[in-house]
């Protein structure tokens, strides 16, 4: 039974990955990527819901898009029932935080944010909950993705900096919450 529980989170992980690859195809016939989150504008609000399913391109959707599927296989082993509340109050947390201190004029979409808001969170999870499979997992994550750690930094000014940021920040709270209990 817990098997077959777990080879359902994966196929509905699979399925959000479907999703995000529907949607950006329907972004080449409709004005969608411009519902993104826009920082500090009561419009851009909605966009803290929408941004992690739009993306630019075809290489940032790739990119996203494998990431969360290895990142998401990392989450669902370690939380199995709680891993898409995980990644919605993520995208949530970070989007929200990305709306107040991302830079004015702009629009922020991917799924990056909670991308690194599950790297935030897996890292950290083992510093928290102190048990054998959370260390040895927080370790694997870090040493497998340790680079992604620079994404946090204002380096190229057409990279949401601040959704990873926010997203990594958020997946550390949430670690935190999660760990004490």
Known sequence: ???????????????????????????YFFPINQYGIVPREISGLPGIVFAPFLHNDFSHLTANSVSLFILGMFLI????????SIMIALAILGGAGTWVIGRAGSVHI??????????????????????FKS???SLVVFFLYCGMIFGVLPVNSY??????????????????????K
């Open 110 to 131: 991917g799924a990056s944010g909670v991308i690194y808001g599950i790297l935030g969170y897996l890292i950290t999870r083992g510093l928290f909950r102190r048990d």
């Open 1 to 27: 039974m817990e098997k077959e529980r777990y080879f359902k989170q994966i196929k509905n992980l699979l399925y959000v990955i479907a999703f995000l690859w529907i949607v950006h195809i329907l972004s």
């Open 77 to 84: 082993t370690l939380e199995r029932n709680r891993s898409y």
């Open 159 to 180: 990279v949401s900096w601040e959704s990873h940021l926010c997203g990594f920040v958020s997946g550390i709270i949430l670690a935190s919450s999660y760990g004490r």
């Open 135 to 137: 260390l040895i997992i």
